[in-house]
Every structure is written in structure tokens, then in C-alpha cells.
């Protein structure tokens, strides 16, 4: 084996077939053999080439981050649009939305309606007249389960004295109305219907509203006549209180069942 001067470094050696030495110009047939480098520089060109394959970790940190941030944006996308099209759901098959429906909520004359909880849970009470053919009360005496009337929300009939009794303080829409027949009326027919209220420290009673009704029949005295009074009105009352309807001449009243009735619901 013989080594060639003619080629640069690295070394280039010449060898035949067999092994033996070969002369230099003889350059056919030869397989040229490079030294291999050291294994220390094979080491450091690896090292540097590996540098810029390398990740690091706080960079993959950061990309994971990255990525759950985007995925979190995207469940909450998903989730607004799911509500919105639930809303969207419960207001086709609720009320319609008509033109005079968005008017009015515009200027503020649109409630929302009670969920029927709230319209059974509401204090109310409606009762109609009660027939009296003997003993006449003035203070007129009702029928709280008969026909349409009704008793909700901690309202209670008083059986005893004809009043109902409230169980909340608060602002009650509260009104009454009568009806009287006079067989025989004169120029001096007259009564008088009130609405009074007894309240728990307060011995006398305290009149809410009342109406005077006289000169009921000036052209045609003698012969019968039909009268009648209506009050309403939104009073202010507290838990206990009694209230009470009042009549000047009851052996008057109508007895029909839906003429004389009285009422109130809390505000």
C-alpha cells in the first residue's frame, strides 16, 4: 500500500485488488479511501448541527398555552350561540312579537305577565251579595264560595262581621258596588254606600270611600225604581286590617247575585 502526495488532505491511499502497493502511475483501478475525521470534531459538528433541531421547553409551554386559549374561546363562542338560539326557541313559542307589543315596551306601558305561581300566590278576594230576607245588616254580609267568588293569596272571609281581612301590607285596588230597588220611590229616596276599613290600635273605623245617592225618582214618584252605586278606588293598607262594605238601606238591595259583589288584589 503506497499513499499518493498528488491529492490534498484528507490522505488518499491506493491499493490494488490484492492489497499490495501500487505504483503511482498506475492511476486506473484504484479506489481511493479517505481518513476518517477525529472522533471529537465528529462530536462538536453533531452538537452544533443538533442546536437548531432542538425545542424549548418554555417555548412548547407556551404553545400548548396558546393552544388551550384558542380552544376555551371556542367553547365559549359554542356555548353564546347555544343560548341565544334556546332564547331564540322560547320566544317563537311563547307571544308573538307584534308591532304594537314593541310600542309599548318602548314607552314603558308593556308588564310582563305573572307566571301562574305569582297569580295564585297574589292576595285577592272577590265575593258576591248574600241574600238576607229577614235580619237586615247594614253592614252588608257576602258569599265567598258561591259562583265566581274567590278567596287567594291570605285573603279570609269573616264569617262573623262580613269583612275581609288582608295578611300583607301593601297598595290593594279595592272596590264594591250595590244595587237597590225601590218599590215605591219618593222625592226623598236616598242611601248611602260606603267602604271602611277597621285597623288593629285604632278603636273607631276609618272610612275608605263613600257615595250619596238622593233625588233618585223626581218625575215619577209612586212607582218603582232601580239605583245604584260603584266605588273603586287604590288604597293603602296593612296586614290585619278588616275591611267592610256599608249600606243605609239594605232591605233595598237587589237580590240579584251578580249585582252587589265586592273585591279587592294587592298592587
Known amino acids: 500500500m503506497s499513499c499518493d502526495h498528488r491529492y490534498p488532505f484528507p490522505q488518499v491511499f491506493l491499493v490494488d485488488g490484492g492489497g499490495?502497493?501500487?505504483?503511482?502511475?498506475?492511476?486506473?483501478?484504484?479506489?481511493?479511501?479517505?481518513?476518517?475525521?477525529?472522533?471529537?470534531?465528529?462530536?462538536?459538528?453533531?452538537?452544533?448541527?443538533?442546536?437548531?433541531?432542538?425545542?424549548?421547553?418554555?417555548?412548547?409551554?407556551?404553545?400548548?398555552?396558546?393552544?388551550?386559549?384558542?380552544?376555551?374561546?371556542?367553547?365559549?363562542?359554542?356555548?353564546q350561540i347555544y343560548k341565544m338560539k334556546t332564547e331564540l326557541r322560547q320566544m317563537k313559542q311563547g307571544e308573538p312579537v307584534t308591532e304594537s307589543n314593541m310600542v309599548q315596551k318602548q314607552i314603558g306601558l308593556y308588564g310582563p305577565e305573572l307566571h301562574d305561581k305569582d297569580k295564585d300566590d297574589r292576595?285577592?278576594?272577590?265575593?258576591?251579595?248574600?241574600?238576607?230576607?229577614?235580619?237586615?245588616?247594614?253592614?252588608?254580609?257576602?258569599?265567598?264560595?258561591?259562583?265566581?267568588?274567590?278567596?287567594?293569596?291570605?285573603?279570609?272571609?269573616?264569617?262573623?262581621?262580613?269583612?275581609?281581612?288582608?295578611?300583607?301590607?301593601?297598595?290593594?285596588h279595592v272596590c264594591s258596588r250595590v244595587e237597590l230597588i225601590f218599590k215605591s220611590c219618593s222625592s226623598t229616596a236616598s242611601f248611602v254606600h260606603s267602604v271602611f276599613v277597621r285597623r288593629v290600635g285604632h278603636p273607631s273605623p276609618i272610612?275608605?270611600?263613600?257615595?250619596?245617592?238622593?233625588?233618585?225618582?223626581?218625575?215619577?214618584?209612586?212607582?218603582?225604581?232601580?239605583?245604584?252605586?260603584?266605588?273603586?278606588?287604590?288604597?293603602?293598607?296593612?296586614?290585619?286590617?278588616r275591611v267592610f262594605v256599608n249600606v243605609s238601606q239594605p232591605r233595598y238591595l237587589s237580590h240579584e247575585h251578580y249585582a252587589n259583589f265586592f273585591g279587592l288584589y294587592k298592587i
Open 20 to 79: 499490495g502497493p501500487v505504483d503511482p502511475a498506475q492511476p486506473p483501478s484504484l479506489v481511493p479511501c479517505w481518513t476518517s475525521p477525529p472522533v471529537q470534531e465528529r462530536a462538536r459538528s453533531r452538537g452544533r448541527s443538533g442546536g437548531f433541531m432542538r425545542v424549548s421547553p418554555c417555548l412548547t409551554l407556551v404553545v400548548l398555552l396558546l393552544f388551550l386559549l384558542v380552544f376555551a374561546a371556542l367553547g365559549f363562542e359554542a356555548y
Open 123 to 172: 292576595p285577592a278576594a272577590h265575593v258576591i251579595g248574600q241574600i238576607q230576607r229577614e235580619t237586615f245588616h247594614k253592614t252588608l254580609r257576602w258569599e265567598p264560595k258561591g259562583g265566581r267568588a274567590f278567596l287567594s293569596g291570605g285573603v279570609t272571609y269573616q264569617i262573623e262581621d262580613g269583612s275581609l281581612r288582608v295578611n300583607e301590607s301593601g297598595f290593594y
Open 207 to 241: 272610612t275608605l270611600m263613600e257615595a250619596h245617592r238622593d233625588g233618585l225618582c223626581p218625575q215619577q214618584l209612586d212607582h218603582p225604581w232601580t239605583s245604584d252605586s260603584f266605588l273603586a278606588s287604590a288604597l293603602k293598607l296593612q296586614k290585619y286590617d
